[in-house]
């Protein structure tokens, strides 16, 4: 039976490069998969879907005003079976576009991997987060550190100093030269002003990068 999967993390726990995997694992056996990107993150080229180890695919790119479910049945009929979707920097979807792809699994029986942040760098949730955690059939977290050695859940967003950013638009594209991944006590320390920032902290083994 189908199910819509959330893969959810903070920044470089991976989440490219294992729905690079999947993808590669459905192709081995002959499956055909869809890859869905935004518009709006075009970091390694419009269309196209990178780790930062090297792998990639090109992927059909949507913006938050487009149907998903219309998309993948669309993709459907011009070139056949679609044995998996999966959805990359699932974060910036749309409530609508969440709703979208429960359609796409239960009505046209097609599972959905989607991948994406839980958390933006104030803490709160991505709205294609909080509905994916709502809807999604199974929830599966991707692990990394923050540079205390406790386990990362939070993100913090700097600016070119380094220093921790607290305000702003929600959504702006970025890696690590934006984005660190903290613990939950040092993301207090660090919004507090009680604690910095080194940019070279957040550069993790190429083996658990995105």
């Known amino acids: 039976m189908a199910k819509l999967y959330f893969y959810y993390s903070t920044m ?12 590669y694992n459905y192709h081995e056996r002959g499956m055909r998969t869809l890859i869905l990107t935004p518009k709006l993150d075009n970091r390694a080229g419009e269309g196209t ?8 695919a090109q992927a059909l790119t949507f913006t938050g005003q487009d149907d998903l479910a219309q998309k993948v049945r ?15 920097e699932a974060q910036f979807l749309s409530k609508a576009q969440v709703w979208q792809l429960t359609d796409v699994v239960d009505s046209l029986g097609i ?19 909080q509905y ?21 859940n939070m993100v913090v ?36 002003g009680e604690s910095g920032i080194e940019l070279q902290q957040s550069v993790l083994p190429l083996d658990q990068g995105d």
């Open 74 to 88: 669309q993709n459907l009929a011009a070139k056949g079976k679609i044995d998996c979707v999966l959805v990359d």
């Open 111 to 129: 599972p959905v991997l989607a991948y994406g942040l839980r958390t933006d760098f104030r803490g709160e949730l991505f709205e294609g987060s």
């Open 132 to 152: 994916l955690l709502a809807w999604a059939d199974n929830l599966i977290e991707l692990k990394t550190i923050c540079h205390t050695g406790r386990k990362a």
């Open 157 to 192: 967003r700097v600016d070119a100093q380094g220093r921790a950013v607290t305000d702003g638009p929600q959504v702006e594209v970025g890696g690590n030269e934006r984005y660190v991944s903290v613990s939950r006590p040092e993301f207090k320390k660090i919004m507090a």
């Open 49 to 56: 879907v990178a780790s930062r180890i090297g792998l990639k």
């Open 12 to 23: 470089n726990a991976g989440k490219t490069t294992t729905l690079l995997q999947s993808a």
